[in-house]
């Protein structure tokens, strides 16, 4: 089973900063079978990036994914209001399909 | 549109048994692989179940082997998930996820539907 650990828990920014969110996997993930999702208070989790580098339909060119291997990145170039959301990362590459624990991305 | 709507969900004593219903529309349900995932209240994600396009292979998360089954009815667009012998730690929301393509992430979900377990 290939255990996510992303960095940092939580992260503190203003509106307009850029974040940088990390995930690293414990084995290399297949194929760059690594997707991000978003999650806000009550909701369901949204698809961001798919295949590391992917963004998914209608996802601003703001949020970019990176890495392959065992390190991956998210990063949102200029932060809006409504991205302050918990963040998780999660590879589908084989079961189990784990996902990080999470990374709250909160206003400064 | 795609849309997932879960149901069944409650309150159910420890050693108890439930079953989750997830309809789904706006999509050729039988094309396309099912999951499930739940979340701990305060918690993360934690995935749960898959089942492929036709039912032929299903995969479980070691928390919940041999107490949950899932299955899918293709003729009534509609995923299910029976679970057994609950316990307190498996109270949670449980959302059902569609793969965007199979083998691929997970790219619309249900709005969820909350189990607790509780004597």
């Known amino acids: 089973e290939s255990v996510l650990t992303q960095s940092p828990g939580t992260l503190s920014l203003s509106p307009g900063e850029r974040a940088t969110l990390s995930c690293r996997a414990s084995q290399s993930v297949s194929s760059s079978y690594l997707a991000w999702y978003q999650q806000k208070p009550g909701q369901a989790p949204r698809l961001l990036i798919y295949?590391?580098?992917i963004r998914a339909t209608g996802i601003p060119d703001r949020f970019s994914g990176s890495g392959s291997g065992t390190d991956f990145t998210l990063t949102i170039s200029r932060l809006e209001p409504e991205d302050f959301a918990v963040y998780y990362c999660?590879?589908?590459?084989?079961?189990?399909?784990?996902f990080g624990q999470g990374t709250k991305l909160e206003i400064k | 549109q795609v849309q997932l709507v879960e149901s069944g969900g409650g309150v159910v004593q420890p050693g108890g048994s439930l079953r989750l219903s997830c309809a789904a529309s706006g999509f050729t349900f039988s094309g396309y692989g099912m999951h499930w995932v739940r979340q701990a209240p305060g918690k993360g994600l934690e995935w749960v179940a898959f089942?492929?396009?036709?039912?032929?292979?299903?995969y479980y998360a070691e928390s919940v082997k041999g107490r949950f089954t899932i299955s899918r009815d293709n003729s009534k667009n509609t995923l299910y998930l029976q679970m057994s012998s609950l316990s307190t730690e498996d109270t949670a929301v449980f959302y059902c996820?569609?793969?965007?393509?199979?083998?691929?992430?997970?790219?619309?979900w249900g709005q969820g539907t909350l189990v607790t377990v509780s004597s």
């Open positions: 295949g590391a580098s």
């Open positions: 089942i492929r396009y036709d039912g032929s292979n299903k």
């Open positions: 996820a569609k793969e965007r393509l199979a083998g691929s992430a997970f790219d619309n």
């Open positions: 999660q590879q589908y590459g084989s079961s189990p399909y784990t």
